[in-house]
């Protein structure tokens, strides 16, 4: 009965005209064989497969399709509907909004009002514009942020880092068109621009892009901007005048040290002002640590230490100066502030002045996106929820480019401001719009006491702020434990700022990384694996725990093993000591003992492993390696014959006479085994660097050819390209390759019928005589209980590891006349008497 259901399961199609003129089209006109892929097929593989495992029932592997691809990438009116609610987060607990979550929004939206207020006026001057932009900026992320973020501790506004950009693209425009551009007109392009990049990456969801960026090149550029945000602040704090702070840190800080005899009263405020607030911030800090009840009050006591250093010098410098006319102050103040919004209104831009600041733009939007989303990260991992960096992108995005409209510039995620909000004990996205009333109180009610507030004063500020940004030694040391080469990279991108520019630092340490990365993908060698026999044993007594030594209660904990050390391969355990076999690199490169016996599985048998993935960039490599230790430890089937010495290619000298003596000891070629575990996709390179990788060994061993098995190829695609290759099954070119085949499936239980989801049309190709025939599903009669779990016509594509090489063990046995009868070739030899005195003790 199998053999009449073997025979009815096969089915050919009529192809009709217009199949038929198309076969014409490709094969005649074009020249494309469609059956090439099958040349190498061995006939019947569907139909020996649904007899041997009868009364299972086998599976036919269906290719992936180019329809089936893009019918996945087709949207569905449920993720249009997804992702315009993804838009507006806020709609999703806006509704759910409770007067608990108002208070504690409302308060924490006071104090960070009250911290952004002095933080944005200084950074303003980074920006080489007046205090009051850096009000519009920081209000336009408080007011926009919470439609759009996902956040609820996230403080878009000005920062030092992104502050300094601003002011040296300024600096750029004006050393290419000097005077055609103000600087208000030059921070309002740069933020439309860059806004309309970040919202661009941000609706397409573009955001999987910046993990590109990896956080050494990120720390270094950090460490770097605080380094030359100091440098340009220390003049101002002291007073100097005439130092060019727009060039290279090293010289602003040579400047700067040659003009020190020149040090005015504006050093007086300046220094006061960071050792005031250094010892508040310290102060704070002891407090927490001795007083733990009361560590919250103290920690906004210390967010508050910006505000109270700025409203005590405005203070003193009104008492100075209030007499006098703000023009004959004795230091240096910041002059009459516009209330209100005074610069809102269309930005100012042209064509050329947009062309001026694009080479700029890279580097400034990565900066910004990146510092927001690392925040926002740290914030999410701090209170236990989680971020979508896309959606962040987005919030970014509208908000740079709102701000030029209300006269800020560029902002991003701040994240002293960040951490002030969430110490305050915000609960929603809402609260930095609370924030925003406090700005709209200073800008419409505080300009006239702003007015007074001392340079040096701002310059202390910023230079406090910015120290906690400089990398720590003991973070430096962290990095030379983790990853050596990523500490060089981190110092070349610090020595490459304070010597050249901020830009060249971040674009050459995102170069090295890149380098780095791939260096590490094209020259990391694969591993040779062997076979390792374990025992684990795991201790049962419980009274040993409990600190009760007794040796009479441990005999019974363990069974009694074989001390044998043989690699074969075992399913056998015991409980609590169970056996098993760990494929272990050869080269004992890795963390294992390198006391522990390790031996491959059969003469003749390899085990390689791909470490970093199989590419275009490290096939060739892979390729190399594999061949020649294969050669080196393996002997040729058969002798070379050439007719005369000249028929040798010229760069093949032959093997030597002591290595023809040694070959003598050498096993045969067997089969190679690939673990593709860290293998995913699979490109064009690298299939062809497989073709010559076989059509080698298959020189090598004529007459005879090996076997060539796969594990852990999951990838449809992939498979399919090994497939179309001629992979994934014997050679039909061979006759001896194929008759020492062992046909071997695995198979598990199935689901009922009414249970099983909606699956593909279960057809495949099989090679009868030559013949290309349909092997379908419907054409043969269907069995229940049990079927193959991997396709049936691709009996050298394995599900992981040990199956591959069990079967390539059997095979090989085979060849060599090993095989006495038809059993389990890698069992044990104590396996069957277990299992005949398990039997006998069931009878």
């Known amino acids: 009965m199998a053999d009449d259901q073997g025979t009815e399961h096969q089915q050919q199609k009529q192809p009709s005209k217009m199949s038929r003129a198309g076969h014409f089209i490709t094969s005649s006109v074009l020249g494309i064989d469609t059956n090439e892929r099958y040349v190498r097929q061995p006939d019947h593989l569907g139909t020996k497969a649904y007899q041997i495992l009868e009364p299972a029932d086998i599976y036919l592997e269906q290719e992936p399709s180019v329809n089936e691809f893009l019918r996945e990438l087709a949207p569905t009116r449920a993720a249009a509907v997804n992702y315009m609610q993804s838009l507006f987060p806020s709609s999703s607990w806006i509704r759910r909004y409770s007067g608990r979550w108002l208070l504690g929004d409302f308060i924490a939206g006071l104090t960070i ?107 270094a550029f950090v460490t770097a901007a605080s380094i030359t945000i100091m440098s340009t602040q220390v003049p101002t704090v002291l007073g100097l005048s005439g130092i060019d702070t727009r060039e290279s840190p090293y010289k602003v800080i040579i400047a700067t040290l040659k003009a020190l005899p020149d040090t005015k009263i504006d050093a007086a405020i300046g220094i006061s002002s960071i050792v005031i607030l250094f010892a508040i911030r310290d102060f704070c800090s002891f407090m927490e640590k001795r007083r733990p009840a009361n560590k919250r009050t103290w920690s906004f006591i210390s967010s508050l230490r ?27 103040i910041v002059g009459r502030i516009e209330p209100g919004f005074q610069r809102a209104g269309l930005p100012q831009t042209d064509a050329k002045l947009l062309k001026l600041i694009l080479p700029e733009l890279p580097a400034i939007s990565i900066i910004l996106i ?78 006239g006491v702003f007015q007074y507030i001392p340079n040096a004063a701002l310059a202390g500020l910023i230079i406090h702020a910015v120290c906690n940004l400089i990398t720590p030694p003991k973070n430096l040391h962290k990095y030379w434990q983790l990853a050596p080469l990523e500490l060089v990279i981190w110092i070349v991108g610090v020595l490459l700022a304070i010597f050249d520019s901020l830009e060249t630092s971040i674009y050459v340490g995102i170069a090295l990384s890149f380098v780095m990365l791939l260096v590490r993908l094209a020259r990391t060698k694969g591993e040779f694996l062997g076979i390792a026999r374990t025992r684990r044993v795991v201790s049962m007594d419980n009274e040993n725990d409990n600190g009760n030594d007794n040796d009479n209660d441990n005999t019974n904990t363990r069974c009694k093993v074989s001390s044998s050390a ?12 169970s056996e098993r076999d760990h494929f272990l690199p050869l080269s004992r490169r890795d963390a294992s003992n390198p006391d522990i016996v390790i031996d491959t599985p059969y003469p003749g048998v390899f085990i390689y492993r791909f470490s970093e993935g199989y590419n275009y960039t490290n096939q060739a490599l892979h390729m190399d390696v594999l061949t020649r230790c294969i050669m080196e430890n393996t002997q040729r089937t058969s002798e070379e014959h050439f007719e005369s010495p000249s028929d040798r290619l010229w760069n093949d000298p032959g093997p030597r006479a002591t290595r023809e003596q040694d070959e003598k000891s050498l096993p045969l070629l067997r089969a190679v085994i690939l673990d593709f575990a860290a293998v995913n996709n699979i490109d064009i390179t690298s299939i062809q660097g497989l073709i010559d990788f076989r059509n080698t060994l298959e020189r090598y061993c004529a007459p005879d050819a ?35 085949w062992q046909p071997t499936y695995t198979i598990a239980a199935v689901l009922d019928q009414e249970l099983r989801p909606e699956s593909r049309n279960k057809s495949a190709v099989e090679v009868e005589d030559g013949d290309i025939k349909t092997l379908t599903a419907s054409s043969r009669q269907a069995r229940r209980g049990m079927a193959s779990v991997w396709g049936v016509d691709r009996p050298f594509f394995h599900g992981d590891l040990w199956e591959a090489v069990e079967v390539a063990v059997r095979d090989a046995q085979v060849r060599d006349g090993r095989m006495g009868c038809q059993v389990d070739c890698t069992t044990s030899e104590g396996e069957g008497e277990e299992e005949e005195e398990e039997e006998a003790r069931r009878d």
């Open 113 to 219: 009002g009250l911290v952004v207020v002095p933080q944005a006026m200084a950074y303003a001057i980074l920006a080489q514009l007046t205090p009051a932009y850096g009000l519009y900026t920081s209000f336009t992320g408080a007011v926009l942020y919470w439609l759009f973020g996902t956040s609820k501790d996230i403080v878009i506004g000005t920062t030092a880092v992104g502050s300094l950009l601003v002011g040296q693209v300024i600096s750029h425009v004006h050393e290419k068109a000097p005077g055609e551009y103000s600087n208000e007109n030059i921070a309002h392009a740069l933020s439309l621009l860059g806004g309309a990049v970040m919202l661009f990456f941000g609706l397409l969801r573009l955001g999987w892009i910046i993990e590109f960026i990896p956080y050494i090149p990120i720390s």
């Open 306 to 332: 910006l505000t109270f250093v700025m409203l005590l010098f405005t203070l003193v410098s009104y008492l100075v100066n209030r007499t006098r006319d703000l023009d004959d102050s004795p230091f240096r």
């Open 370 to 447: 990146i510092e927001h989303i690392a925040i926002a990260k740290a914030m999410g991992r701090m209170f236990n929820y989680t971020i979508t960096s896309s959606q962040e992108i987005v919030a970014l995005g509208a908000a740079n480019m709102l701000s030029p409209f209300v006269g800020g510039y560029v902002c991003t995620g701040s994240f002293g401001a960040s951490a002030v909000l969430s110490k305050a004990g915000s609960r929603t996205p809402l609260a930095g719009l609370f924030s925003a009333g406090i700005l709209v109180l200073a800008l419409y009610v505080l300009t």
């Open 566 to 577: 043989s690699p074969r391969l075992s399913r056998t355990s015991c409980e609590p000591v």
């Open 706 to 740: 090996p076997e060539l098995h796969f594990a852990n190829v999951h990838n449809r695609w992939t498979r399919r390209a090994l497939a179309v290759s001629g992979f994934g099954y014997p050679s039909s070119q061979n006759d001896e390759a194929l008759g020492s």
